[in-house]
Nanobody, 128 residues
Framework: QVQLVESGGGLVQAGGSLRLSCAAS????????MGWFRQAPGKEREFVAA????????KYANSVKGRVTISRDNAKNTVYLQMNSLKPEDTAVYYC?????????????????????WGQGTQVTVAS
């Protein structure tokens, strides 16, 4: 089992940047595919980005591609989400998620049902 704690959210002006972090407990962090999702008020939780266990493969939602970078530091049990050129429509609670994976084939899941563990979320508000 893994516990996830997000940090780094806050209020930023449109066009600004934020870097979210997600710290994972346990010694098997490298066993997990990691993902970021977000949920705006009145909307369903949606996929933002995912990264493979090694960090060698990534996937992004079309809405954030080119503005967001997901990365991980397996030595620190931490996954990051660097967000640039933020827009008001990026306002949401951002959640970190982990999917235990032992497959030799990299498949980066984009659905909420594909992840086993979730953090409590961190609020990102982008002012226009």
């Amino acid at each position: 089992q893994v516990q996830l704690v997000e940090s780094g959210g806050g209020l930023v002006q449109a066009g600004g940047s934020l870097r979210l972090s997600c710290a994972a407990s346990g010694r098997t962090f490298i066993s997990y595919i990691m993902g970021w999702f977000r949920q705006a008020p009145g909307k369903e939780r949606e996929f933002v980005a995912a990264i493979s266990r090694s960090g060698g493969s990534t996937k992004y939602a079309n809405s954030v591609k080119g503005r967001v970078t997901i990365s991980r530091d397996n030595a620190k049990n931490t996954v990051y989400l660097q967000m640039n050129s933020l827009k008001p429509e990026d306002t949401a609670v951002y959640y970190c998620a982990a999917k235990q994976d032992r497959s030799a084939i990299v498949v980066l899941t984009t659905t909420t049902h594909g992840y086993d563990y979730w953090g409590q979320g961190t609020q990102v508000t982008v002012a226009s």
